[in-house]
Nanobody, 128 residues
Framework: QVQLVESGGGLVQAGGSLRLSCAAS????????MGWFRQAPGKERDFVAA????????YYADSVKGRFTISRDNAKNTVYLQMNSLKPEDTAVYSC?????????????????????WGQGTQVTVSS
């Protein structure tokens, strides 16, 4: 059974940092594109960041560019999201996702429909 489990969320003051982790089990995702999305109350799920299977290419939403960094450790089957200079508008449930296609880099990495596996999410709350 494939599972993606996020951790590292919490409450932080504006300007602070958090590091989210997404640990995969049930299969290896070292050959798959991975992404982070977030959903605030009453809003749609939005793209945050994605990283290709090689890790050579990363993509970010404009709202987080320069503040967030996505990375992966294929030996640990884990993807990370380092979040710096957090703002109250970053408050949301953050979920990681995996594309089941191997050695594939989709041009639609920002689209939820490109991902087949999802974690339950971890809450990030940024106070002003």
């Amino acid at each position: 059974q494939v599972q993606l489990v996020e951790s590292g969320g919490g409450l932080v003051q504006a300007g602070g940092s958090l590091r989210l982790s997404c640990a995969a089990s049930g299969r290896t995702f070292s050959s798959n594109t991975m992404g982070w999305f977030r959903q605030a109350p009453g809003k749609e799920r939005d793209f945050v960041a994605a990283i290709t299977f090689s890790g050579r290419s990363t993509y970010y939403a404009d709202s987080v560019k320069g503040r967030f960094t996505i990375s992966r450790d294929n030996a640990k089957n884990t993807v990370y999201l380092q979040m710096n200079s957090l703002k109250p508008e970053d408050t949301a449930v953050y979920s990681c996702a995996a594309d089941r296609r191997t050695y594939w880099s989709s041009s639609y990495y920002y689209n939820v429909d490109e991902y087949d596996y999802w974690g339950q999410g971890t809450q990030v709350t940024v106070s002003s």
